[in-house]
């Protein structure tokens, strides 16, 4: 038992330690934190994924491309 309690504990420490996490893979908006780490903000001021700003809605004209 004290063996399975110490295994238990060692395995839910490691889970539990914040690590740096990945870049937004999806979605980024303005007062959200961004590590430059991450690259380029090709827009500081809309709320957008990757590529596309929300605001232009289904229209992909503008989309970054960089």
Request: net charge negative; hydrophobic share 30%; glycine share 16%.
């Amino acid at each position: 038992m004290l063996v399975c309690g110490g295994l238990g504990l060692a395995s839910g420490s490691a889970q539990a330690e914040p690590g740096f996490g990945p870049a937004p893979l999806y979605h980024w908006c303005p007062g959200e934190f961004w590590r430059p780490e991450w690259g380029f903000n090709f827009d500081w001021n809309t709320c957008h994924d990757d590529h596309h700003r929300d605001g232009d809605g289904d229209n992909h004209n503008n989309d970054f491309r960089g």
